[in-house]
């Protein structure tokens, strides 16, 4: 009879699931309606459940239930949350996704005409240093030293060419360490599930590059990338990295690189502009903006913008090595067979979206981009592009304890096939 009862429970399971289980499909497009490939679709309960929209937006997956909501992420845009019980799951969906620039509040900022007197300089730089000090005050209280733990699902699309080399999803648990001695934002990646795509060219041609027909002194610079080791590399760190507290104390007190304006009734914008160049040789751009809740200073969003110009008047020669690591790169286009590099342009982007949560400011959303390219001495010209977003799940804010080494080895890794 024990036998038995397992035996029902076991069928009534599956016959639950095969009736809750469906698929479904649509198409992602833009306001516009162009259909936005490589768009991240995955279940809110079930993250690890999941695809991707191919070139023309178009995206069909299984789901185990319509019991759910799907989140739809993609760098630039707004995040979509749609609730499969509310819709008819059986019709193929349509889902806009609205613009959402990586650099929050820069370019809606005006600065209103004001009829009063007025300020002088200094009297402008005292009320900014007023108020950064009560920024940093707040902060003390928004960003406690306690451990915090975020469930993330985390895209990365690499370009080059305009063709997609990379699509990587990391799926895990990220915890940022804040009560240990050391830097603020020292954190730790646990992962669950890794999904990578990878162009078969590109692929193809990592495989094929053999560090030993190259000469030692020849490698010197290529040798310490471990090209096969995919579970090692963890570019997703790269969009997480931006602590606030340390970020904001260590320039507070440089008052002249700080503006202040009023965005709205409720926000005030506080930027930092911060510039080092070498005339002809090299100009490096860095820009801080902060949305602040004006009753509460409380930020909002963190967003941080560095741009570098950087010529070499002689051009420096890549090594055979060096040489055949960005030829597995260069997409629609020959290999070079030699390369002077003589400049290379580029621009980062970081947003950190915040919201309240156990009266301590946590993270809801982070995106990262990189763009630029690099010029040899004949105006050759190669382009690149990477895009991250890390779309926080879930936020636990007490009694959070480091992973161990072992724990942090634990995850898979799972190859994905190109969209068609």
């Known amino acids: 009879m024990k036998i038995k009862s397992i035996i029902i429970v076991v069928l009534l399971c599956i016959m639950q699931y095969g009736l809750w289980a469906a698929k479904i499909e649509g198409k992602v497009v833009n306001v516009k309606g162009e259909g936005l490939s490589y768009v991240s679709i995955y279940l809110k309960n079930h993250p690890e459940v999941g695809t991707i929209t191919d070139i023309n937006g178009r995206f069909s997956m299984e789901i185990p239930s319509v019991r759910d909501s799907l989140i739809v992420t993609l760098v630039g845009y707004e995040t979509m949350f749609v609730d499969l019980t509310k819709v008819n799951t059986d019709k193929s969906m349509r889902i806009t996704m609205k613009d959402q620039p990586v650099i929050l509040n820069e370019v809606v900022v005006h600065v209103q005409k004001d009829s009063k007197k007025k300020k002088s300089k200094k009297e402008e730089r005292a009320e900014i240093q007023a108020f950064l000090k009560k920024v940093y005050d707040r902060i003390l209280v928004d960003f406690p030293s306690k451990n915090v733990r975020h469930k993330v699902v985390s895209d990365l699309t690499a370009t080059s060419g305009g063709q997609v080399v990379l699509f990587d999803e990391w799926i895990g648990n990220i915890v940022e360490l804040r009560d240990i001695k050391g830097p603020a934002d020292s954190i730790q990646m646990k992962m669950e599930l890794n999904k990578r795509y990878i162009n078969k060219d590109v692929k193809g041609s990592i495989e094929s590059y053999n560090p030993n027909d190259y000469s030692k002194r020849d490698r010197r610079h290529v040798d310490k990338v471990d090209l096969n080791s995919v579970k090692k590399i963890q570019p997703h760190k790269i969009a997480w990295e931006l602590d606030v507290q340390q970020l904001f104390y260590r320039y507070m007190f440089d008052v002249k690189h700080w503006t202040m304006v009023e965005k709205d009734a409720s926000t005030v914008v506080l930027t930092l502009t911060l510039t080092n160049k070498l005339p002809g040789i090299y100009k490096l751009v860095r820009k801080l903006v902060y949305a602040v809740d004006r009753d509460t200073y409380s930020i909002k969003t963190l967003s941080e913008r560095v741009s570098a110009e950087v010529n070499i008047p002689f051009g420096y020669k890549l090594s055979s090595a060096e040489l055949a690591i960005l030829n597995a790169f260069v997409l629609d286009q020959e290999g070079f067979e030699k390369y002077r590099l003589k400049s290379l342009n580029g621009t980062t982007c970081r947003n950190n979206i915040f919201h309240r949560q156990d009266n301590q400011q946590v993270v809801v959303e982070k995106n990262f981009t990189a763009d630029g390219y690099i010029v040899d001495n004949k105006d050759n010209k190669v382009r690149f592009s990477t895009k991250i977003k ?24 799972q190859n994905m096939s190109a969209p068609q």
């Not at 799940?393 to 995850?411: F, H, I, M, N, R």
């Open 390 to 413: 890390t779309k926080v799940l879930s936020v636990e804010t007490q009694g959070v304890k480091p992973y161990s080494a072992t724990e942090l080895k634990s995850g898979r890794i």
